[in-house]
């Protein structure tokens, strides 16, 4: 799903017509200090990053001055959470809070229901895992007519609101909903919106997530990538998205896993299938390498396509070697991906990555012409002293033997390491 930040999801609710606190987001604390002296009045400084628990995290801090709000700030941007660094905190005016509530819209998959849901608890605040099951109330929604006020009315009377508020409740939910609908959304968490000391109903956090295959239709949003990321887009991520998006033959998937290019032991992954895709990976951490990044090529891609998910791969610097992680006996024709792997590795290995360690697992639909395809193609090159010296090939013999390959990976990136160490690279 496409992920917002809590300021972007924020926006679009206030574009919607729901109400929001007052502030906007920086990137310096010099720029949280000059919000918080147009606010006016006591602050919220809350780091922007896609993960929960951030006042566990440290990265939410509530204070009273400008000063104090650049120094809040400039501690914020000081930290990682969950590995991800913070680039952007939300200054906002901090709410007279007289009750915290939760509600959330998502997808019911169940069979007797797969419908939008609404979750609705007087318990909020915390995480949702942490209410009372008694405390949750839920209805399923019509996802054509959307949330209905008497629904919206029968959880909000079930969940214990005063009678004297159920059609202002009522009203608020029923508007989350259309903003939920209107965006496409998966998910669209408001946890917790408030009752301030007057009365009024304010989102005071929020969580959106848009629905991938609807991106299109939502050009104002600028999505770039319509896929789950851990952070903002790499340039990896954003060739490996134009594969997909531009060739519909088969699977060319392609990202980013956040590598170091520092350290050692990373490797350019190349698996074949989600299900491979999970043996190579216990290939690698059997032995302690790690994957620079996650690729996969299923679903009978033509070699272009292949190709170039594979170039892709290959040119992330640094790497110590490179696994085709073909861990099935696939009914794709795995020729295409012979053809495609020799010439790749004959255009980078002679020029670029000499010596770098590659080991292909193919097997399959063809298996017998595939790897007679890279035998014969790459041989030049495989020569003792030729720049595929540490290619090694393997078919249906090693699919399950996940350990053989990756320590056969491992030895021969000690090897290659060892050998650019001692020409100084």
Same mark, same amino acid.
């Given at each position: $799903?496409?992920?917002?930040?809590?300021?972007?999801?924020?926006?679009?609710?206030?574009?919607?017509?729901?109400?929001?606190?007052?502030?906007?987001?920086?990137?310096?604390?010099?720029?949280?200090?000059? +919000?918080?002296?147009?606010?006016?009045?006591?602050?919220?400084?809350?780091?922007?990053?896609?993960?929960?628990?951030?006042?566990?995290?440290?990265? *939410?801090?509530?204070?009273?001055?400008?000063?104090?709000? #650049?120094? #809040?700030?400039?501690?914020?941007?000081?930290?990682?959470?969950?590995?991800?660094?913070?680039?952007?905190?939300?200054?906002?005016?901090?709410?007279?809070?007289?009750? %915290?509530?939760?509600?959330?819209?998502? *997808?019911?998959?169940?069979?007797?229901?797969?419908?939008?849901?609404?979750?609705?608890?007087?318990?909020?605040?915390?995480?949702?895992?942490?209410?009372?099951? %008694?405390?949750?109330?839920?209805?399923? +929604?019509?996802?054509? @007519?959307?949330?209905?006020?008497?629904?919206?009315?029968?959880?909000?009377?079930?969940?214990?609101?005063?009678?004297?508020?159920? &059609?202002?409740?009522?009203?608020?939910?029923?508007?989350?909903?259309?903003?939920?609908?209107?965006?496409?959304?998966?998910?669209?968490?408001?946890?917790?919106?408030?009752?301030?000391?007057?009365?009024?109903?304010?989102?005071?956090?929020?969580?959106?997530?848009?629905?991938?295959?609807?991106?299109? !239709?939502?050009?104002?949003?600028?999505?770039?990538?319509? !896929?789950?990321?851990?952070?903002?887009?790499?340039?990896?991520?954003?060739?490996?998205?134009?594969?997909?998006?531009? =060739?519909?033959?088969?699977?060319?998937?392609?990202?980013?896993?956040?590598?170091?290019?520092?350290?050692?032991?990373?490797?350019?992954?190349?698996?074949?299938?989600?299900?491979?895709?999970?043996?190579?990976?216990? #290939?690698?951490?059997?032995?302690?390498?790690?994957?620079?990044?996650?690729?996969?090529? &299923?679903?009978?891609?033509?070699? &272009?396509?292949?190709?170039?998910?594979?170039?892709?791969?290959?040119?992330?610097? @640094?790497?110590?070697?490179?696994?085709?992680?073909?861990?099935?006996?696939?009914? /794709?024709?795995?020729?295409?991906?012979?053809?495609?792997?020799?010439?790749?590795?004959?255009?980078?290995?002679?020029? /670029?990555?000499?010596?770098?360690?590659?080991?292909?697992?193919?097997?399959?639909?063809?298996?017998?012409? &595939?790897?007679?395809?890279? !035998?014969?193609?790459?041989?030049?090159? $495989?020569?003792? =002293?030729?720049?595929?010296?540490? +290619?090694?090939?393997?078919?249906?013999?090693?699919?399950?033997?996940?350990?053989?390959?990756?320590?056969?990976?491992?030895?021969?990136?000690?090897?290659?390491?060892?050998?650019?160490?001692?020409?100084?690279?």
């Amino acid at each position: $799903m496409a992920k917002f930040l809590e300021y972007q999801g924020k926006e679009w609710l206030r574009k919607a017509g729901l109400p929001v606190p007052q502030g906007r987001v920086a990137s310096t604390h010099e720029e949280a200090k000059t +919000i918080a002296e147009e606010i006016g009045k006591a602050v919220a400084v809350k780091g922007q990053v896609q993960a929960g628990g951030r006042g566990k995290a440290g990265i *939410v801090k509530l204070v009273n001055t400008p000063e104090e709000a #650049a120094a #809040a700030a400039a501690e914020i941007f000081a930290k990682n959470v969950m590995g991800v660094p913070v680039n952007q905190v939300l200054v906002e005016e901090k709410l007279d809070i007289k009750k %915290e509530y939760y509600c959330s819209f998502v *997808v019911n998959g169940a069979r007797e229901a797969r419908s939008p849901m609404l979750m609705f608890s007087t318990e909020g605040g915390m995480d949702i895992e942490s209410v009372p099951e %008694e405390l949750l109330f839920k209805v399923n +929604i019509d996802p054509i @007519n959307g949330l209905q006020i008497y629904d919206a009315v029968d959880v909000c009377a079930r969940a214990g609101i005063p009678a004297q508020d159920l &059609s202002k409740f009522a009203s608020f939910l029923s508007k989350l909903s259309q903003a939920y609908k209107k965006y496409d959304c998966q998910t669209l968490e408001i946890n917790p919106f408030i009752m301030t000391g007057s009365g009024n109903l304010v989102c005071a956090d929020c969580k959106m997530e848009i629905d991938n295959s609807s991106v299109g !239709r939502h050009p104002e949003f600028g999505i770039s990538i319509a !896929r789950d990321l851990p952070g903002a887009p790499t340039e990896l991520d954003l060739i490996g998205w134009s594969i997909e998006e531009t =060739d519909a033959r088969g699977t060319g998937f392609l990202m980013n896993m956040g590598y170091d290019e520092v350290s050692p032991g990373y490797i350019g992954y190349h698996p074949i299938g989600g299900g491979s895709a999970m043996m190579g990976l216990d #290939a690698l951490n059997q032995v302690g390498l790690k994957p620079a990044n996650y690729a996969d090529t &299923s679903g009978n891609p033509v070699g &272009s396509k292949i190709y170039r998910v594979a170039k892709c791969v290959l040119s992330q610097p @640094n790497i110590d070697g490179y696994l085709l992680g073909g861990f099935m006996m696939a009914n /794709q024709e795995q020729w295409h991906h012979a053809h495609a792997i020799v010439k790749v590795l004959r255009e980078v290995l002679p020029t /670029q990555k000499s010596g770098l360690p590659c080991v292909l697992l193919l097997c399959g639909n063809r298996e017998d012409e &595939s790897l007679e395809i890279l !035998r014969n193609g790459l041989a030049d090159l $495989m020569t003792p =002293d030729g720049p595929g010296k540490r +290619i090694e090939i393997y078919g249906k013999e090693y699919v399950t033997d996940t350990k053989f390959i990756g320590q056969r990976l491992l030895a021969l990136s000690k090897e290659y390491r060892a050998e650019k160490e001692s020409q100084g690279k």
